[in-house]
């Protein structure tokens, strides 16, 4: 008995003397961790720090921002902190932002009708207006040389670009009434197939890539000096306009199919291939739903089960109960968005997949019905993907490229082939 006692206790010992090494060495693992988290978060705010400065420093462009349209539907005080939305000229002075280019957005309804060429006007003007209701904080530029005399002096450049060619009309002359209006690039299609391409969100097919006219369309933007921008556009649309086009071409704002199979308004790696070979550049755009496939399918798998309590209880679509209902629904289901981080992951892609000359910023801003990842909420908040460029150990030079560069480098690339053909 005793000599068993004696060994349980020197069990018992030994037992303890592992707990004590367990706990110690917990104790340690917990300590060490809080440390490290520590120097994570002060190594974050560093580099958090080092890219605010480096934001407000170089040339920072945004070549797709939906504002216009908002303001169409309810005008704004954007001079000031609005308070609501992602764009106002103290945010965007915050997030170092110099060049927004202002989305001149038509509904695919239009196509074939006077309103489209109404809306196109009506948004332009919208534009116009904010230049001269507020000469201290925007102004407008069409050209990169302004882009260059113009920034790093307090203000926000406005530049434009159309979304969706319908208020071409299916004349040539109209591309020059909006070329003189300020439009710098145009989207050739939005969500459905119009006189110029088919479109990727429209399983119909109408020309099998572009229209006759769309190809003329093309070479004439060419000769005017308007970008040509892919985004929206089918694989085989975007195929034919690589072809066509004597200048380097952008999508506005589009992210890598690599993150979001089968996703055809995101570009793949073959198409970005070809894009960067031509000299062209892809905005990443940073709506939640091109940037995580996770969340895009949680996306549509809600709007299913709207559409089938829509059916089921009979509620006329889009009427008021079927809108209360949707509200009512996404409220009670919310969707994990990705991060600032995510975002970079699309930059990045595509710096290792054709260099660091043919990537963007096409954030859609006010454009996705703030669907948006944390940390890229708003224009103020440019510097947390910068800070997320500098963790990825890029180089200023790189960054300078990415923020703005690579874009103005196309634009210029597209204003000298108009001069050399004889066009504006
Ligand atoms: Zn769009």
Known sequence: MTAFLTKRARLH?????????????????????????????????????????L?????????????????????????????????DYVRAREGGLDVAFMSIYIPSDFEGSDKAERRASAQIDLVDSLTRRWPDKFELVTSARQVRERSGRGKILLAMGMENGAPIRGRLKNLHRWYNRGIRYITLAHAKANHISDASYDPHRKWNGLSPFGRTVVREMNRLGIMVDVSH???????????????PVIASH???????????????????????????????????????????????ERGKEIDRHVQINHLTP???????????????HPL????????????????????VDYVGMGSD???????????????????RLIAEFLA????????????GGNLLRVWQDVERIARESGGE
């Open 13 to 53: 010992s030994r037992q303890e003397r592992r707990t004590g090494i367990v706990v110690l060495v917990f104790i340690f693992l917990v300590v060490s961790s809080a440390g490290a988290q520590e120097t994570d978060a002060a190594s974050d705010l560093a580099l958090l720090e080092r890219a605010r400065r």
């Open 55 to 87: 934001a407000a420093e170089i040339l920072l462009v945004d070549t797709h921002i939906d504002l216009p349209s908002k303001l169409l539907r309810r005008d704004e005080d954007v001079a000031t902190r609005t308070g609501s939305g992602e764009f």
């Open 233 to 247: 556009l089918t694989d085989s649309a975007c195929t034919q306009v690589l072809r066509i086009s004597k200048a």
């Open 254 to 300: 589009s992210s890598c199919r690599f993150f979001t199979p089968g996703f055809e308004r995101n570009m793949d790696d073959a198409m970005i291939r070809r894009l960067a070979a031509a000299g062209g550049v892809i905005q990443i755009s940073f709506g939640s739903a091109f940037i995580s496939n996770a969340y895009r399918m949680a996306e549509e």
């Open 318 to 332: 889009g009427g008021s109960k079927a809108r209360e209902y949707t509200r009512q629904y996404k409220r009670e």
């Open 336 to 355: 994990k968005p990705p991060t600032v981080r995510d975002v970079a992951a699309h930059v990045d892609h595509v710096v290792k997949l054709v260099g």
């Open 365 to 383: 801003f006010e454009g996705v019905g703030g669907a948006l990842p944390v940390g890229l909420q708003d224009v103020s908040e440019y510097p």
């Open 392 to 403: 990825l150990g890029y180089s200023e030079e790189d960054i300078r490229k990415i923020c």
